[in-house]
Structures are given as structure tokens and as C-alpha cells.
T-cell receptor, first 113, second 114 residues
Framework: GNSVTQMEGPVTLSEEAFLTINCTYTATGYPSLFWYVQYPGEGLQLLLKATKADDKGSNKGFEATYRKETTSFHLEKGSVQVSDSAVYFCALDSGGGADGLTFGKGTHLIIQP | DAGVIQSPRHEVTEMGQEVTLRCKPISGHNSLFWYRQTMMRGLELLIYFNNNVPIDDSGMPEDRFSAKMPNASFSTLKIQPSEPRDSAVYFC????????????FGNGTRLTVT
């Protein structure tokens, strides 16, 4: 079956530090990959996505590259801000969008000023 | 666009009581999903609908859980009778069915069963 594994949190960084949150997946076929972000008290929001191997998704300074050879989709940001504090979820879709996403357990990111 | 609307935002009830959670998807979206979020298990897909028809309810934990979608603009998730272990945040999400379509989540209902 499909699965997504994320690094355990919380991850605590200082403002302007470099961020990497690791994500690896197991899936049949060629899934689309996503990062979602959840701010306190809110639902998840799409942060970025990549639909095929070597694609790079980017948004708000965050990037992730679809690596088929390592089945990974690590999230990176060069300089984090306090406002980036949230829970980040890696997810995959192998069903063409019709049957929902498989999510990782989420990584809680805390940015200290 | 108002986004996905869930109600209530918070629900506190006693064990054994019936609980009904409500969701209004984004207009025009034809897929609707119910997720449950807990610290222990993360996000779990409970059930999803395409064009108001339940497609897969294998994630529904027990017969105490049921979900309906009587029309394209409304869905309910019901727990009867509720138990303390049902305490969680329940999210509804909607999307346009199709490759790579993102999910749009509501702000969730935080359920506490005492």
C-alpha cells in the first residue's frame, strides 16, 4: 500500500536558519507529491506540489524536488521566519485525485526569534 | 469563495451521546473527504464521496460512525453512540476530482467526548 514517512518533530530552529524536512514515500506507479501546511487552529493548506520525477514545486520560499530514485520529496527553505511556525505534512496521490491523499504524520516546526 | 465550512468548531459531549458534524464543500467541487486527526495516528481518511456517492468507507473505524451526502453542498458525519476515544479534530475537505487536484480543507471540528 501507499505510505509516507516524515521526520519526527518538533523541529526547532532560529530565525533565518536553513530548513530541511525529510519525506520519503512508498507507492505503486507514479504518484503526485504534495506538501501541506497547517497553522494553529486551521485546516491544512496546499503549500506546493510536484507531479512527475525531477519536478520542483515551490511557493513562499519553500521548495521540494520529486526524486524518484530515492523516493523522496524533502522540503527546504533557505531562511525561515517566525511566521513559518506550523505543522507540515507530506502527502501523495496515486489515485488520480479521486480517492484522497495519503498523508505523513506531520512535522511540527517551531521558529524562534 | 468562502472555502470549506465546517460546524460546529468545537463540540463537547458526554459518552453515549449522538454527535453530528457538518460540512459545506466549496461550490463546484465534486469530491468530499472526511479526515480525523489525532496526535497518535495523525491524519486518517475516514470516507470520501464522488458526486455525492460514497466511494470508500473502509477508514470508518466502527459501525458507530456514519456519513451522508444528501446533495452536492452538504455532508454530515455522525457518531452514535460517542466514546471518549473518538475525541479528535475532524476535518472535511473538498476538491475537483482529477489528477493532481489539491484538497481544500475546512478549519475542522474539535470533538471532546467526556
Amino acid at each position: 500500500g501507499n505510505s509516507v514517512t516524515q521526520m519526527e518533530g518538533p523541529v526547532t530552529l532560529s530565525e533565518e536558519a536553513f530548513l530541511t524536512i525529510n519525506c520519503t514515500y512508498t507507492a505503486t506507479g507514479y504518484p503526485s507529491l504534495f506538501w501541506y501546511v497547517q497553522y494553529p487552529g486551521e485546516g491544512l493548506q496546499l503549500l506546493l506540489k510536484a507531479t512527475k520525477a525531477d519536478d520542483k514545486g515551490s511557493n513562499k520560499g519553500f521548495e521540494a524536488t520529486y526524486r524518484k530514485e530515492t523516493t523522496s520529496f524533502h522540503l527546504e527553505k533557505g531562511s525561515v521566519q517566525v511566521s513559518d511556525s506550523a505543522v507540515y505534512f507530506c502527502a501523495l496521490d496515486s489515485g488520480g485525485g479521486a480517492d484522497g491523499l495519503t498523508f505523513g504524520k506531520g512535522t511540527h516546526l517551531i521558529i524562534q526569534p | 469563495d468562502a472555502g470549506v465550512i465546517q460546524s460546529p468548531r468545537h463540540e463537547v459531549t458526554e459518552m453515549g451521546q449522538e454527535v453530528t458534524l457538518r460540512c459545506k464543500p466549496i461550490s463546484g467541487h465534486n469530491s468530499l473527504f472526511w479526515y480525523r486527526q489525532t496526535m497518535m495516528r495523525g491524519l486518517e481518511l475516514l470516507i470520501y464521496f464522488n458526486n455525492n456517492v460514497p466511494i470508500d468507507d473502509s477508514g470508518m473505524p466502527e459501525d458507530r460512525f456514519s456519513a451522508k451526502m444528501p446533495n452536492a453542498s452538504f455532508s454530515t458525519l455522525k457518531i452514535q453512540p460517542s466514546e471518549p476515544r473518538d475525541s479528535a479534530v475532524y476535518f472535511c475537505a473538498s476538491s475537483l476530482a482529477g489528477p493532481d487536484a489539491p484538497l481544500h480543507f475546512g478549519n475542522g471540528t474539535r470533538l471532546t467526548v467526556t
